[in-house]
């Protein structure tokens, strides 16, 4: 069993890291790396921090890296199991003796393995980070390595389980798992800091916290507590540092982190449950179990194993089997007529050829089939969330319908954004609609214009509440996130090829946003600060460089296709 694991994993990790995706993974870890170098993110106990010696920076780094990478790693390796079910590769897996069990915890591996690259790359930028800042020259690679090992390494361990937990589970594989995740992993985070859990603090944050803020209270009395990991507001003033050791790992401590890979393992062991092995019936299907071929003559099912000598089978039985062989070998191997040299392809009519090839856009024929197809398989109850959103937006306050309803009202259609760009590659009809004459000038404008259609739809009732109170920077803020949010679904789309990207992305903005009023990613005016500071002009002059971004992401596209 461990070989077959081994090799599964083995086979998938070198598949994923020779990918464009996996290149863009890495510049992004070293992104979030210089964030940290260069001052922007750092961890803070209210106007203290401690110098950058190897133990501070090997707890912050471990700390940023379990905090990001498992927002955004969970979207990085949740892809493993689809990406077979869609090649094809899962069928051929399926017809094999292999286990449930063993194909899945062959996939956890490659999972852990893939996020741990990740983790060597942090733990060598935190070497940067203190000689970059030159507190302390002499580097300990204990101090800097163990907080990676016992807090990082077993939150990784995790997420690559539930990664491949949501990939198992029906109702949890698609856009709306990933959009669940945010929601998770933030309880997951907080709810073991708020009731002193150690066991299901997944990021470590509890234990680096109760250290930290023990150490701040021994040595400075006017402490008032205070643990952040993150920006600091520039008004803060320059924190006061002094000398830390590091952590003490004790048996308490690290007993909770190595129990998240018993964790691990059950979630991996409750997704082998829900797993179907790639059958389209699903795994609890009812259905019944056909075990032969059925011909036109026949009325039953010839058994398998009834051609040749099948034990058990009777003559009859095997001389039926032999003619259905005989007659599948016959069909297959039988020569297709061949084509006619003279047929002829019938003209279209002249007003046929002008509306398919005109140069006039928009073309409401082809935004209205836009429409549909992102409204295309949406229930009652999503129409229903969306009409209640819209009359909460007229009937409530004015300040609540700009900072709490808007941001729900533009959230609600992340699912049906998503799509924007990526259906062609996800559906396989690319080389069909970039075919289509002028589709780069046409269907791409169309399919931006069907989600502008649809975020003016779902936040219409909060403009009508704006324009009637003439609250005209509000309104110019909303029209400034109705344009941004269609514009960046797109061009996410149509670089990456899937909607998983703007459906982790988006939730992000929101929390960080309008939910908490930091003006810099407020894309739709919540809090006031936003307007102000003059995001809104930022945010519509965004929505035009993501359109351009889009335009050259289809071109490419449709060059390689």
């Not at 539930?162 to 997951?188: H, I, M, Q, S």
């Not at 075990?291 to 036109?296: A, C, K, N, Q, S």
């Not at 032999?322 to 191997?333: F, S």
């Amino acid at each position: 069993m461990v070989r077959i694991v081994f090799q599964i994993a083995k086979a998938d990790f070198l598949e994923r890291v020779r990918r464009h995706s996996y290149l863009v993974t890495l510049l992004a870890t070293l992104f979030l790396g210089y964030q940290v170098v260069i001052g922007n993110i750092g961890m803070f106990l209210g106007d203290y921090r401690g110098v950058y010696n190897s133990a501070w920076v090997g707890v912050m780094m471990a700390m940023t890296s379990t905090l990001f990478v498992t927002l955004v790693g969970f979207y990085v390796v949740k892809n493993c199991i689809e990406r077979d079910r869609t090649t094809g590769v899962g069928e051929i897996l399926a017809a094999t003796p292999m286990t449930r069990s063993q194909y899945l915890f062959g996939k956890w591996l490659s999972n852990f393995a893939l996020l741990a690259t990740i983790l060597i790359v942090l733990a060598g930028c935190g070497i940067v980070v203190q000689l970059w800042r030159g507190d302390e020259a002499h580097i300990d690679l204990a101090a800097i390595l163990l907080p990676f090992v016992f807090l990082s390494v077993p939150a990784m361990a995790a997420l690559a389980a539930w990664a491949v937990f949501f990939e198992t589970v029906p109702g949890l594989r698609g856009g709306f798992g990933n959009v669940a995740w945010f929601f998770l992993w933030g309880v997951l985070l907080a709810v073991p800091v708020q009731t002193k859990q150690p066991w299901a603090d997944m990021a470590g944050i509890a234990a680096v916290e109760k250290t930290l803020m023990d150490e701040a209270q021994r040595r400075f009395p006017d402490y008032k507590g205070g643990f952040s990991i993150g920006g600091r507001a520039g008004d803060a003033g320059t924190p006061t540092t002094f000398v830390w050791e590091g952590i003490h790992w004790t048996p308490g401590l690290v007993a909770p982190r190595a129990g998240l890979f018993g964790i691990a393992a059950l979630l991996v062991g409750i997704g082998s449950l829900f797993f179907n092995r790639f059958d389209p019936a699903g795994r609890f299907s009812r259905r019944p179990r056909r075990t032969g071929i059925r011909t036109p003559g026949s009325a039953e099912y010839a058994a398998p194993g009834v051609v040749g000598s099948g034990a058990g089978a009777g003559a009859g039985e095997r001389a039926e089997g032999a003619e259905i062989a005989r007659l599948l070998v016959a069909a297959t191997t039988a020569s297709a007529p061949r084509p006619q040299a003279d047929h002829q392809l019938t003209p279209l009519p002249d007003a046929v050829r002008r509306a398919v090839s005109g140069k006039r856009f928009p073309c409401p024929g082809l935004v209205a089939a836009e429409v549909r197809l992102m409204l295309r398989g949406q229930r009652k109850l999503w129409y229903a969330g969306a009409l209640g959103l819209f009359i909460a937006g007229l009937a409530a306050p004015l300040e609540a319908a700009r900072g709490i309803v808007l941001p729900l009202c533009w959230l609600w259609p992340v699912l049906v954004w998503s799509p924007l760009g990526a259906r062609e590659a996800a559906r396989g009809t690319s080389q069909l609609v970039f075919s289509a004459p002028r589709a780069l000038g046409r269907q791409l404008p169309a399919a931006w214009c069907a989600g502008l259609l649809l975020a003016i739809a779902t936040g219409g009732g909060v403009a009508v509440r704006l324009l009637l109170a003439g609250d005209v920077p509000a309104l110019g803020a909303w029209l400034a996130g109705a344009l941004f949010l269609p514009s960046l679904a797109l061009a996410l789309g149509t670089w990456s090829g899937t909607g998983k990207v703007f459906e982790g992305i988006l939730p992000a903005l929101w929390y960080i946003g309008p939910m908490n009023h930091v003006a810099a990613f407020d894309y739709c005016g919540a809090g006031r600060a936003a307007i102000e500071a003059g995001m809104p002009l930022a945010y519509a002059a965004g929505a035009v460089a993501l359109l351009v971004a889009a335009w050259l992401g289809r071109r490419r596209q449709m060059r390689r296709s």
